[in-house]
């Protein structure tokens, strides 16, 4: 299987808080995983890859300093949303990237956690 | 922007009706996938479709693929109420990234 939870499901903070989502591969190492963030009834964007050991790429337009990565395992990445503010409110999704080969068949696919939504008051 | 888009925006129809999603990209592709969400959920993986394949079949899911229009459609048949949810496309122009859709609301109605 290739199963990716997320800590915690909802989260509610006051503005100004910083906020920690947890994403964990639970039975792959996973040396890539992926951020994105969803607006209601709207598309996911991808926000930044987090690579294990390494800095994250973010994306154009996403404030690394607001927006923490850490990748420190195999199966654990986070995002720190910093001094968060109402407009951070959002659902907030990761995934984690499961590639090898297998015989002479190469695999690369992203396996997607539940999301966490994060409401700013 | 890389975002593909996705038509129709919103699909309604009745129980055991086939339901159609198109699916359109900017870029070239290794591959596309197309993913469900229920409403505040995550994603399910549905179908990946290399792009050397022109069509593919999974249980009441067929895809297509054609990489000269750079479009690729989701067909889904004799349709149930449960397969209510947002319908997306998302497209890997490399190995790393996935570009997602727009996507489709699909409500199927008893």
């Known amino acids: 299987g290739a199963v990716v939870s997320q800590h915690p499901s909802r989260v509610i903070c006051k503005s100004g808080t910083s906020v920690k989502i947890e994403c964990r591969s639970l039975?792959?190492?996973?040396?890539?995983m992926f951020w994105y963030r969803q607006f209601p009834k709207k598309s996911l964007m991808l926000m930044a890859t987090?690579?294990?050991?390494?800095?994250?790429?973010?994306e154009q337009g996403v404030e690394k300093d607001k927006f923490l990565i850490n990748h420190a395992s195999l199966t654990l990445s986070t995002l720190t949303v910093t001094s968060a503010h109402p407009e951070d409110s959002s659902f907030y999704i990761c995934?984690?990237?499961?590639?090898?080969?297998?015989?002479?068949?190469?695999?690369?696919?992203?396996?997607f956690g539940p999301g966490t939504r994060l409401t700013v008051l | 922007s890389q975002q593909g888009e996705e038509d129709p925006q919103a699909l309604s129809i009745q129980e055991g009706e086939n339901a159609t999603m198109n699916c359109s990209y900017k870029?070239?592709?290794?591959?596309l996938q197309w993913y469900r969400q229920n409403s505040g959920r995550g994603l399910v993986h549905l179908i990946l479709?290399?792009?050397?394949?022109r069509e593919k079949h999974s249980g009441r899911l067929r895809v297509t693929l054609d990489t000269s229009k750079k479009s690729s459609s989701l067909l889904i048949t004799a349709s149930r109420a449960a397969d209510t949810a947002s319908y997306f496309c998302?497209?890997?122009?490399?190995?790393?990234?996935?570009?997602f859709g727009t996507g489709t609301r699909l409500l199927v109605s008893p």
């Open positions: 995934s984690a990237r499961k590639a090898g080969t297998s015989g002479s068949y190469s695999y690369n696919e992203q396996f």
């Open positions: 039975d792959f190492q996973a040396t890539t």
């Open positions: 987090s690579n294990e050991g390494s800095k994250a790429t973010y």
């Open positions: 870029t070239s592709i290794n591959n």
């Open positions: 479709i290399r792009s050397n394949e």
């Open positions: 998302a497209t890997a122009p490399d190995f790393q990234k996935l570009v």
